[in-house]
């Protein structure tokens, strides 16, 4: 008698059980996106994992969090999933906590201080740092 092996997911499933990150690592996702012609192309998802949940089950999921023109953009990834190509790591860091949602909070709070550095006058804006043309400030803003 053979066996018949049947293949339930495109995913290599041991292959993402032995990935190693964790909360506070630095990864790249590659994501497979579908064009409206029916072409795939990767696009990557660079960004600091800010939570890791239900282990190595099937429902797996993690949290990538990234600064995208001064504004914070987190997703959540499924682990098995099929649209993930592959998963990379970039920078391994030690974070005393699994979860570390209180990274949001402390983003807000330097944009803000940046925020409050800059003090507007009449017509010239003057920084603590160094002075500064309108037109630089108002991108400054614009972006933070």
């Known amino acids: 008698m053979t066996a018949i092996k049947i293949k339930f997911s495109p995913v290599d499933i041991n292959?993402?059980?032995k990935l190693d990150f964790q909360s506070g690592d630095t990864i790249k996702v590659w994501?497979?996106?579908?064009?409206e012609?029916?072409?795939?192309?990767?696009?990557?998802?660079?960004g600091m994992v800010l939570a890791r949940k239900h282990g190595t089950e099937a429902g797996a999921t993690?949290?990538?969090?990234?600064?995208?023109?001064?504004?914070?953009?987190?997703?959540?990834?499924?682990?098995?999933?099929?649209?993930?190509?592959?998963?990379?790591?970039?920078k391994k860091a030690r974070a005393r906590r699994?979860?570390?949602y209180y990274i949001r909070t402390k983003a807000k709070k330097d944009v803000r201080k940046k925020m409050r550095s800059v003090v507007f006058t009449n017509s010239k804006t003057i920084s603590?740092?160094?002075?500064?043309?309108?037109?630089?400030?108002?991108?400054?803003?614009?972006?933070?």
């Open 31 to 35: 994501s497979k996106i579908i064009d």
């Open 15 to 17: 292959a993402r059980k």
């Open 98 to 100: 699994s979860k570390l």
């Open 37 to 46: 012609k029916g072409k795939s192309r990767l696009q990557a998802f660079e």
């Open 62 to 90: 993690f949290t990538v969090r990234k600064i995208a023109s001064g504004v914070g953009v987190e997703r959540i990834f499924p682990l098995y999933s099929p649209v993930i190509d592959k998963v990379e790591l970039i």
């Open 128 to 144: 603590q740092d160094e002075p500064m043309s309108e037109v630089e400030t108002v991108e400054t803003i614009k972006t933070e």
